[in-house]
């Protein structure tokens, strides 16, 4: 069944294993399905929601576009543009958070773990972005949303914001609650340092995420420094209850070489973490550095990106303008 994807990223720097292989590996199998209609979308308006330095922005716009390519996405068959070109998203949104009640919005846990103890001084733009979010997805008509876990309860607000609009305006099925489409055991890859928290872009240790632009060696060093436990690795998932260093490690392993944990286990199962790693910093650079050398020659490449997200924006421009005229019309405007 032919399946219209929409997904974004954050150019907000350190692009990281957590986003590969929560997101960008699945954009780029659905990509490869030609029954597929995909768009991605470099979400630089979500981006701006925590304070962002003007050059480093625009750089980040480029990199990840960049990244995108590098990791396989083919710009002439998806979509690539940046949110910010395309007018609809911030309409569409502005639309959208005057039907979604605020009770829904209290309960987004992202903007809790991202505001933390400092809330009062969060921007209100943090505090909307989930809205922000369902405008990108649904001006497109998005049947499946490729994400990582952390992003699922986003996407349940999405479904339910769509079907509000269509009950308010008495307009079935106008807005499509898409489907999320999150990869079953490998959708959280957590800090290298502490296995209880997410890998993330902002971390402020580098030794607790593989970057996309790691060289070999850096991925070596950071997997010989990443946390583990001192005991043998288990070959039974169940034994990694209460072990979640070593369990993310094994997921890490599992997720990059396309096969189960069980199958992980069963192959590392009574040996050493010092064994272990050595064969993950070896399979994860052999599919990491590829991508990493690709994308700084891709940045080198100014021109040849501006044109893929200014020919992605028209193409993107084109779908979200009539969607958005439509929602207009609807609402009476
Ligand atoms: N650790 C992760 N494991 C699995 N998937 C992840 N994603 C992010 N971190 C992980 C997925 O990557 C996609 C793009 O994420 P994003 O850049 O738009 O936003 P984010 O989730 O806020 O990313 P970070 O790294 O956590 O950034 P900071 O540190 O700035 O908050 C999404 O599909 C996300 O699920």
């Not at 921007?123 to 699922?152: C, F, N, R, W």
């Not at 850096?218 to 997997?223: F, V």
């Not at 893929?308 to 969607?323: F, N, P, Q, Y």
């Amino acid at each position: 069944m032919s399946k219209k994807i929409f997904s974004g990223v954050q150019p907000t720097g350190n692009l990281h294993l957590g986003n590969y292989l929560g997101a960008i590996k699945n954009f780029v199998d659905l990509n490869n399905d030609i029954q597929n209609e995909c768009i991605f979308c470099v979400v630089d308006l979500h981006a701006i929601t925590v304070k962002q330095d003007k050059d480093q922005l625009s750089n980040n716009i480029l990199e990840t576009a960049a990244t995108f390519i590098a990791s396989g996405i083919d710009p002439t068959k998806s979509i690539i543009f940046n949110q910010s070109k395309v007018h609809a998203h911030a309409e569409g949104s502005w639309i959208l958070s005057c039907l979604a009640p605020m009770g829904w919005l209290n309960r987004m846990t992202q903007f809790k773990e991202k505001a933390g103890k400092d809330k009062e001084k969060a921007s209100v733009g943090l505090y909307i972005y989930p809205i922000l979010m369902a405008s990108d997805i649904l001006l497109y008509d998005a049947t499946h949303v490729p994400v990582g876990e952390d992003q699922k309860q986003h996407l349940e607000l999405t479904r339910d914001i769509a079907q509000k609009f269509n009950k308010d305006f008495n307009c079935d099925d106008f807005l499509k609650a898409p489907e999320p489409l999150i990869k079953k055991n490998f959708a959280r890859i957590m800090s290298l340092k502490d296995g209880l928290k997410k890998m993330s872009k902002s971390d402020p240790s580098d030794l607790s995420r593989i970057n996309l632009t790691d060289t070999k060696d850096e991925i070596i060093n950071k997997i010989k420094k990443a946390k583990t436990d001192s005991y043998p690795i288990p070959d039974e998932e169940k034994k990694l209850i209460d072990r979640p260093e070593a369990q993310n490690l094994l997921s890490i392993y599992s997720s990059i070489s396309s096969q189960t944990l069980d199958k992980t286990l069963v192959e590392f199962g009574g040996k050493k973490f010092s064994e272990f790693k050595n064969q993950l910093a070896e399979i994860l650079s052999s599919k990491i550095s590829p991508i990493s050398e690709e994308i700084k020659k891709l940045i080198n490449d100014q021109e040849y990106l501006n044109k893929v997200l200014a020919e992605g924006a028209s193409k993107a421009e084109d779908i979200a303008g009539k969607k958005i005229k439509e929602m207009k019309k609807i609402i009476g405007f």
